[in-house]
Protein backbone atom coordinates (compact mmCIF):
# COMPACT_ATOMS: atom_id res chain seq x y z
CA UNK A 1 0.00 0.00 0.00
CA UNK A 2 0.96 3.71 -0.21
CA UNK A 3 3.17 5.25 2.49
CA UNK A 4 4.41 8.66 2.93
CA UNK A 5 6.83 9.76 5.11
CA UNK A 6 7.83 13.27 6.02
CA UNK A 7 10.48 13.72 8.21
CA UNK A 8 12.95 17.02 8.97
CA UNK A 9 10.60 19.04 10.62
CA UNK A 10 11.48 21.17 13.74
CA UNK A 11 11.76 24.52 15.56
CA UNK A 12 13.84 27.36 13.67
CA UNK A 13 14.33 31.08 14.21
CA UNK A 14 13.43 33.35 11.82
CA UNK A 15 15.92 33.56 8.94
CA UNK A 16 16.70 29.88 9.63
CA UNK A 17 16.53 27.03 7.15
CA UNK A 18 14.97 23.52 7.38
CA UNK A 19 15.15 20.90 4.68
CA UNK A 20 11.77 18.45 4.60
CA UNK A 21 12.40 14.81 3.26
CA UNK A 22 9.22 12.46 2.07
CA UNK A 23 10.02 8.77 1.13
CA UNK A 24 7.23 7.63 -0.60
CA UNK A 25 6.58 3.90 -1.70
CA UNK A 26 3.76 1.69 -2.83
CA UNK A 27 3.20 3.62 -6.42
CA UNK A 28 6.07 4.31 -9.04
CA UNK A 29 7.02 7.56 -7.60
CA UNK A 30 9.67 8.14 -10.93
CA UNK A 31 6.44 8.86 -13.16
CA UNK A 32 4.65 10.85 -10.52
CA UNK A 33 4.45 14.63 -9.81
CA UNK A 34 4.88 15.36 -6.42
CA UNK A 35 3.55 17.83 -4.20
CA UNK A 36 4.17 19.30 -0.90
CA UNK A 37 1.10 20.76 1.01
CA UNK A 38 1.33 22.64 4.70
CA UNK A 39 -1.69 23.02 6.87
CA UNK A 40 -2.07 25.02 10.25
CA UNK A 41 -5.10 25.09 12.59
CA UNK A 42 -9.09 26.18 11.33
CA UNK A 43 -7.23 26.44 8.02
CA UNK A 44 -7.67 24.37 5.13
CA UNK A 45 -4.52 22.66 3.33
CA UNK A 46 -2.41 24.36 0.87
CA UNK A 47 0.21 23.51 -1.80
CA UNK A 48 3.19 24.80 -1.34
CA UNK A 49 5.13 23.47 -4.12
CA UNK A 50 5.28 20.87 -6.85
CA UNK A 51 7.80 19.04 -9.12
CA UNK A 52 7.15 16.88 -12.43
CA UNK A 53 8.44 13.20 -12.04
CA UNK A 54 11.77 14.15 -13.51
CA UNK A 55 12.54 17.31 -11.50
CA UNK A 56 12.60 19.89 -14.44
CA UNK A 57 9.92 21.61 -13.83
CA UNK A 58 8.41 23.02 -10.32
CA UNK A 59 5.64 25.54 -8.81
CA UNK A 60 5.60 27.73 -6.13
CA UNK A 61 2.89 29.09 -3.57
CA UNK A 62 3.16 32.88 -4.15
CA UNK A 63 4.76 33.36 -0.67
CA UNK A 64 7.30 30.82 -0.87
CA UNK A 65 9.18 31.39 -4.04
CA UNK A 66 12.63 32.44 -4.06
CA UNK A 67 12.80 30.95 -0.54
CA UNK A 68 11.54 27.58 -1.22
CA UNK A 69 13.09 25.00 -3.16
CA UNK A 70 10.96 21.28 -4.30
CA UNK A 71 13.45 19.09 -5.78
CA UNK A 72 13.45 14.94 -6.05
CA UNK A 73 16.01 12.00 -5.50
CA UNK A 74 14.07 9.04 -8.04
CA UNK A 75 16.60 6.88 -7.29
CA UNK A 76 15.94 6.90 -3.60
CA UNK A 77 11.83 7.51 -3.85
CA UNK A 78 12.64 10.59 -2.14
CA UNK A 79 11.12 14.51 -2.53
CA UNK A 80 12.46 17.35 -0.73
CA UNK A 81 11.32 21.35 0.57
CA UNK A 82 14.52 23.06 1.20
CA UNK A 83 13.39 26.20 3.03
CA UNK A 84 15.72 29.05 3.54
CA UNK A 85 14.67 32.85 4.98
CA UNK A 86 11.80 30.73 7.24
CA UNK A 87 9.30 33.60 8.37
CA UNK A 88 7.08 32.78 11.80
CA UNK A 89 3.99 32.67 9.23
CA UNK A 90 5.86 29.26 7.71
CA UNK A 91 4.98 27.90 10.64
CA UNK A 92 2.52 24.67 9.96
CA UNK A 93 2.08 20.71 9.45
CA UNK A 94 3.96 19.95 6.01
CA UNK A 95 3.07 16.55 4.11
CA UNK A 96 3.64 15.32 0.88
CA UNK A 97 1.65 13.74 -1.41
CA UNK A 98 1.20 12.89 -5.31
CA UNK A 99 -0.36 15.40 -7.80
CA UNK A 100 -3.54 15.00 -7.76
CA UNK A 101 -3.31 14.10 -4.26
CA UNK A 102 -4.33 11.00 -2.48
CA UNK A 103 -6.52 10.49 0.06
CA UNK A 104 -4.27 9.29 1.61
CA UNK A 105 -1.86 11.68 4.14
CA UNK A 106 0.86 10.38 5.65
CA UNK A 107 1.91 12.03 9.53
CA UNK A 108 3.80 15.46 8.47
CA UNK A 109 6.27 16.94 9.78
CA UNK A 110 5.85 19.89 11.85
CA UNK A 111 7.55 23.17 11.38
CA UNK A 112 7.88 25.78 13.78
CA UNK A 113 9.37 29.26 13.31
CA UNK A 114 9.83 31.46 16.24
CA UNK A 115 12.18 33.74 18.46
Known amino acids: QVQLVESGGGWVQPGGSLTLSCTAS????????MDWYRQTPGKDRELVAA????????HYLHSVKGRFTISRDNAKNTVYLTMNSLKPEDTALFYC????????WGQGTQVTVSS
Open 51 to 58: INDIGTIS
Open 97 to 104: NQNPPLDY
Open 26 to 33: GFTFSTTT
